[in-house]
C-alpha cells in the first residue's frame, strides 16, 4: 500500500519541530563548507575530464564506468530519486517511476550530446534543484493543500528526468568528447548511468526500510521532506548566485 503524506500533519510533529532548526542550520553549514565543488554539480572530475578530452575510438568499459561514478556521486540526482521513492512501498511502483526517471534521463542526455543542444549548465543546474524542491512538497502534501489537486506524479518524475539528463549533456558537451567512437561511448556511458542509478537505489532502499521499520518514521516524515526541500532551495541559490556572478 502506498503511504499518503496526507495522513501525517506537521503539527503534531512537534519533537521534530523542536531541532528542525539546528538540523536545517547543520546543512546549511555543510553546503557552505563544500560550496566549491557543489557549484558544479554535474561536472565530472579533472582527471576524468582530461581521459575523455584524449581519447579517441570505442571504450566501452571505461565510458561506463564514467556513467556509474557520475550518478553514484550526484547528490541532486540521489536526493530526487529519495524523493520520488519516500512514500512508495511496492517494488512494481519503484519499478514504474525509476523507469520514467531513467526515461527522461536518458533520452535528453543521448540527444543533448548527439545533436550538441546544450543549456546554461548554472541555470539547468537550478532546475535540477528545484526538481528536489518539487519533490519534497509534492510529500508534504502541499499541492493538495494549496490547489486543492494533486499533479500527475507519473508526468512529472518523467519531465524532471528530461532536465537532469541536460544537466549530464550540458557537460559532457563542454568536454568536446572525440566524435570517433561518439555514439557507442554515449550509449556505454548511459549504461552506466542506469547501474550507478540502481546501485544508488539500492542503498537508499536499504535504508529506507530500516527507517520505516520504526515508530520514527511516521513521526518524522514531514520533517524530512521539510530538510530535503530546504537542501534543494540551498542548490538553486548556489547555481543562481553562480550564473550571476560568473
Known sequence: MMFKPTQFLPATDAPARNWLPAL??????LFMLVLPDLAYAHAIAEGDKGYIQEITGVHLVSFAYLGAKHMATGYDHILFLLGVIFFLYRMNQIALYVTLFAIGHSTTMLLGVYFNVGINSYLIDAIIGLSVVYKALDN?????????FQPNTK????????FHGFGLSTKIIEY?????GLVPNLLAFNVGVEIGQLLALGAILIAMGYWRRTDSFLKHA?????????A??????MQLTGYFVS
Open 176 to 180: 568536446e568528447i572525440s566524435p570517433d
Open 155 to 162: 508526468v512529472a518524475t518523467l519531465v524532471f528526468g528530461l
Open 222 to 230: 514531514y520533517t524530512a521532506n521539510v530538510v530535503m526541500m530546504s
Open 232 to 237: 534543494g532551495f540551498i542548490l538553486v541559490g
Open 24 to 29: 536545517l542550520a547543520v546543512l546549511a553549514a
Open 140 to 148: 508534504m502534501g502541499a499541492y493538495q493543500r494549496w490547489f486543492g
